[in-house]
């Protein structure tokens, strides 16, 4: 069983900063691609960044310059450090992790910025 767990969320004020952590356990092999989603109220899961096996990375262009993720392939964990948070960031975090045709997600964890 295959299990991924968030930590590192909570409230920030407009401009702060938080640190998401991800650390995949159980039987596996290294991921693929590891990387986060988010979902905000009443939005659907967007993609945050995509880090593939070889470093490469794919993000969206609204945390473009903002949000930065790295990854540790042999301890399949993932973070995304997360600067100049703007309330929009308001969402839900969640990690993946890609092996095959299999996705395997956390549970989810709240990320809230607001004055």
């Known amino acids: 069983q295959v299990q991924l767990v968030e930590s590192g969320g909570g409230l920030v004020h407009p401009g702060g900063s938080l640190r998401l952590s991800c650390e995949a356990s159980?039987?596996?092999?290294?991921?693929?691609?590891m990387g986060w989603y988010r979902q905000g109220p009443e939005k659907q899961r967007e993609l945050v960044v995509k880090i593939t096996s070889g470093g490469s990375t794919n993000i969206a262009n609204s945390v473009k310059g903002r949000f930065t993720a790295s990854r540790d392939n042999a301890k399949n964990q993932v973070w995304l450090q997360m600067n100049s948070l703007k309330p929009e960031d308001t969402s839900l975090y969640f990690c993946?992790?890609?092996?095959?045709?299999?996705?395997?997600w956390g549970q989810g964890i709240q990320v809230t910025v607001s004055s």
């Open positions: 993946y992790g890609k092996w095959g045709l299999y996705t395997y």
């Open positions: 159980g039987n596996i092999y290294n991921f693929e691609d």
